[in-house]
């Protein structure tokens, strides 16, 4: 455990992180498509036109948070705070969904699927998306927020 983050778990950080590539990798060399979570939502939902069947999106949106839920199960659950009021998290949905939109695609998209193909539009997003991070989170602390 790290002093600085006595939650650390980067044991557990690393093996999400291979299956993530490993999701990732399977859906792209397997099926040819990209594993941007935005993509396949909005294609399961039939917000978006993508080019993954809208069976498979579906199962992979759905996976999600099924696969969490059995991890939860055999792991033991993870400690969860809310705000008290409902009106941050809807707000910044709504500013997440935006800038998803903007961006043409999500952090998962980007990050994990465009980076690895050397994507120039998704190394810059992703750059784009770290800077706004750390800046927020710089922000809140001089603040007082964190």
Do not use: D, K
């Not at 498509?33 to 992979?60: D, E, H, K, N």
């Not at 949905?93 to 994507?119: D, I, P, Q």
Request: glycine content about 20%; charged content about 5%.
């Amino acid at each position: 455990m790290i002093a600085a983050f006595p939650h650390a778990m980067p044991v557990e950080g690393l093996l999400g992180g291979l299956l993530i590539g490993l999701s990732a990798a399977i859906m792209l060399l397997g099926n040819g498509r990209i594993a941007g979570v935005s993509g396949l939502a909005a294609r399961a939902t039939g917000l978006g036109t993508g080019s993954a069947p809208r069976g498979m999106a579906a199962a992979f949106i759905i996976g999600l948070p099924l696969g969490a839920a059995v991890m939860a199960l055999l792991l033991g659950g993870v400690e969860i705070r809310y705000p008290a009021s409902i009106w941050p998290i809807a707000l910044g949905g709504l500013f997440v969904g935006y800038g998803t939109r903007l961006g043409s695609g999500c952090t998962s998209g980007h990050g994990v699927c465009g980076m690895s193909r050397l994507s120039l539009r998704s190394i810059t997003a992703t750059l784009l998306f770290m800077a706004s991070g750390i800046a927020t989170v710089a922000l809140m602390r001089a603040g007082g927020l964190l």
